[in-house]
């Protein structure tokens, strides 16, 4: 009779345990990122789909994830935490246009809307060059939603 009490629980333990283990590594990888800024935005904010990139897309940490040098962070694995875009690229908005003419890529990055843009466009026009395709967005409202009139 006691063997039986401790083998159920021990199944129960070892079913919590495996249940805790599983909802946390699903935990680990957001499915959606909205993309927020400190800031006032001009569009709506981006819904990135996170997990449908790493899943589905195949997209390594590191080919969004770079250090402070912007080598890639290829060591992530998922639930490690990750820094927020604008801890590094902490200038609002874009620059661009006429103020952007003559700043080096590194002055430009130093703004949030540059790095993201340069960061997610670049993929997606390098994506569909190389599949020769246009399935990969590339214009402002397919991933900025309409803002919602207050």
Do not use: W
Not at 80 to 97: I, R, S
């Amino acid at each position: 009779m006691k063997n039986r009490n401790l083998l159920l629980m021990l199944l129960v333990v070892g079913c919590a345990v495996a249940f805790i283990a599983a909802t946390s590594m699903a935990a680990g990888m957001p499915d959606v990122v909205k993309v927020y800024s400190p800031y006032k935005l001009k569009k709506g904010v981006v819904q990135f789909t996170h997990k449908k990139h790493v899943e589905e897309h195949k997209v390594a940490c590191g080919e969004c994830h770079h250090d402070d040098q912007g080598k890639p962070r290829n060591d992530l694995k998922e639930g490690d935490t990750v820094k927020k875009c604008f801890d590094c690229h902490n200038k609002p908005g874009e620059l661009k246009g006429k103020k952007a003419k003559g700043k080096s890529k590194k002055e430009k990055l130093a703004y949030h809307a540059n790095a993201l843009h340069k960061n997610c466009i670049g993929c997606h026009k390098a994506y569909n060059k190389k599949n020769k395709t246009k399935a990969a967005p590339q214009k402002c409202s397919a991933c900025h939603p309409k803002k919602k009139k207050k």
